[in-house]
């Protein structure tokens, strides 16, 4: 039996989730992996595994890829072809390309699907959840892309300027000067155990967008989100404290949210793979753990760095710190 052959889930009006798939596409599969290799010229094992960095599972003999699929993986090895990069290098920038879509696809179809419901619960219309999926799709594909497209080369251009200024007196190229960020919903098990799924996911979403929102304004950057708690950076430690601050005023203040714990420390980091890593990220996370309620707490790096004539520190009894041995916390706020 082919692709085309095996029967679909139908909906109203004959429409079902393979006619989404295919809407969303713009073709239907056509090869299998073995024929994809011979049709782009490389090794099934070099297809597997650009697919894999990819983040997506393997289909072995099955009809599973498109025509689209196998123009974009002879657009990849061309680069590879021509030097540019070698193939190593290309996996990297395809598994970063793979786990940023697979995140951005999640966020979009949570935030889509209530649309679609109130599209397919109009009392007025009579088209079924997957027909209303289809016409959103129609609706947004075109502008949602030209989108994307303009919104990467504007990060682009932003992380080749921060990398030039950041790095300009650095010798390691992969290590920098920073100050990290890390803020965390208080009692945030608690709150998951105590409210309903729905509750929750709207709280985290507002909790991530709030940050993001003084993060952004401050012009520093969020690293991650990981549910209850948001790492961010930023290569000025006052505009560091500012975000910080920023965020208690936003989150740890409203009423109707959880209080938060902020943690700052800098120093050097690694940053790869959109991520960053060393001592000062680890340290900023320990250090919510030691702080108050909508309370910044920071290391005596970070401490030393900020104006004396701006800010009050107060260093905090000496303490364990997992992974640190006995460290000394400093309270901090506005002169």
Known sequence: MTESDQPHESTEGGRGPKDLERAILGEAPTFNAAEIATRTGVTIEEARRLWRA???????????????DAEALSSMLAIVRSGAVDFDLALNLTRAVGQ???????????????????????????????????????????????????V???????????VEALRANEEDLNTVQLTVGFADIVSFTALSNRLSEDRIGDL?????????????????????????SVLFVSDDPVRAYDIAEGIINVVGRDPRMPDVRLGLASGSVVMRLGDVFGPPVNLAARLT???????????????????????????????????????????????
């Not at 209303?132 to 303009?150: C, G, Q, T």
């Not at 000496?318 to 640190?324: H, I, K, L, Q, S």
């Open 152 to 162: 990467w080369r504007r990060h682009l251009a932003a992380a080749v300027a921060r």
């Open 100 to 150: 940023t879509m697979a995140r951005l696809a999640d966020w979009e179809v949570s935030t889509l699907v209530t649309r679609v419901e109130e599209l397919a619960g109009d009392p007025e219309g009579t088209d079924s959840r997957t027909v209303s999926a289809l016409r959103l799709v129609d609706d947004l594909s075109a502008p949602f892309e030209e989108l994307l497209i303009y």
């Open 289 to 335: 753990a030691v702080a108050r309620r909508n309370r910044i707490i920071i290391d005596a790096a970070t401490a030393g760095l900020l104006p004396a004539d701006e800010f009050e520190t107060r260093r905090l009894p000496a303490r364990p710190v997992r992974g640190f041995g006995i460290v000394e916390p400093v309270a901090v706020r506005r002169a």
């Open 204 to 228: 985290v979403e507002l909790f991530e967008s709030r940050c993001a929102d003084v993060v952004a304004a401050q012009r520093g950057r969020v690293i991650k989100s990981i549910g209850d």
């Open 54 to 68: 990819l983040g997506f599972p393997e289909h072995g003999l099955e009809t599973a890829f498109t025509d689209a």
